[in-house]
Every structure is written in C-alpha cells, then in structure tokens.
C-alpha cells in the first residue's frame, strides 16, 4: 500500500489568461479599454472599452457580485432584488431633469448599500421605496414627486397635494 502525502503552502497564485471582452456590435474579442473610473460611490467601476477591429466604443460596468435578498412586495409576492429594475426607475423619474447619470449611479448603489446593510434575507418593498424616495427627495423635487406619484398610486389630486405638502414641510423645516 502506498501513502501519498502533499502539503503546499500556496499564498496566492496568478493566473495570465488572456480573456476579451466581446465587442457587442461585432463578433470580435479583440478589444481595449480606453478608461476606467470609480463610480456609485465606489462600488463599481464603469470602463469605457474600444473595439479594435470594428472601432465601436461600449462602457462596461463592474461590482461586486452579492448575496441575492428576496424583495417582498405589497401583495405578498417574493422576488429577488433587482438593481436595475431601482435605476430603470429612478432614471424615469429623473428624465429631464438635471441629475445626472453618475448621480443616479450613486444613489442606486447607497440605496443598495442600506438594503445589504440590513443584514436580512428579506426586505419588504415598502422598505426600498422608503429608501428611494428619500434619497430622491435630496437630490431632485420634481424626480421625488414623480417617483412618489407612481410608488404611492396617486388616484387623486389632493393625493398629490398631501405629498407635495410633505415635502414643503421636508424642506423648508431642514
């Protein structure tokens, strides 16, 4: 009988494999990156990338990849957390306004910053619009109002008018 024993003591290894991020106009894998720059915060780093071949300019995103928290809606549904389904909704709200795509940027990653940072599994949905909207409410009026009108289904004018007198209150009280 034959006793194999192996002991290493790797600290880290390096692996130098050539990988491209694809071109998504064309089927190269030829390509550069031009720039790269903290954004959200710090959380991610956006990458604006250059097709060789195909000369096309594209921007790559990348953060870290993070435990999936179920997202409890009003009726009782469970779906996981989607950050993009927070920013296509933000985004509606800021759209023609003068925020910014980097402001917008941040505030999704503050916002999911504070949901990881519940430590829970779960969140309800209230909870992460309450978040939103009051992020919102510090960096544009009328991107809070507009995302409160939806988030809150407004069936009426005064409705409206409560919300709007709330963040008179917010802001002339502060």
């Known amino acids: 009988m034959i006793d194999t024993i192996f002991s290493a003591n790797i600290k880290s290894i390096t692996l130098n494999i050539d990988i491209q991020m694809k071109c998504p106009k064309a089927p190269y894998g030829n390509t550069k990156?031009?720039?790269s720059r903290l954004v959200a915060s710090g959380t991610a780093i956006r990458r604006r990338r250059q097709c060789i071949d195909a000369g096309h300019r594209f921007t790559t995103y990348e953060?870290?990849?993070?435990?999936?928290?179920?997202?409890?809606?009003?009726n009782g549904q469970r779906q996981i957390f989607d950050r993009?389904?927070?920013?296509?909704?933000?985004q509606r709200a800021c759209d023609k306004t003068?925020?910014?795509v980097e402001q917008v940027e941040d505030l999704v990653a503050l916002v999911e910053e504070k949901i990881y940072a519940?430590?829970?599994?779960?969140?309800?949905?209230d909870f992460v619009g309450e978040l939103v909207m009051e992020q919102l409410?510090?960096?544009?009026?009328?991107?809070?109002?507009?995302?409160?009108?939806?988030?809150r289904s407004f069936k009426d004018i005064s409705s409206f008018e409560r919300e709007l007198s709330r963040l008179k209150k917010r802001l002339y009280d502060d």
């Open 33 to 35: 990156v031009i720039e």
């Open 98 to 100: 003068t925020v910014t």
């Open 137 to 151: 409410a510090q960096l544009n009026d009328v991107a809070y109002v507009r995302f409160a009108s939806v988030y």
């Open 84 to 90: 993009m389904k927070i920013t296509e909704g933000i």
């Open 118 to 125: 519940t430590g829970k599994a779960e969140v309800n949905a």
């Open 63 to 74: 953060r870290v990849e993070r435990p999936s928290i179920v997202v409890v809606k009003k």
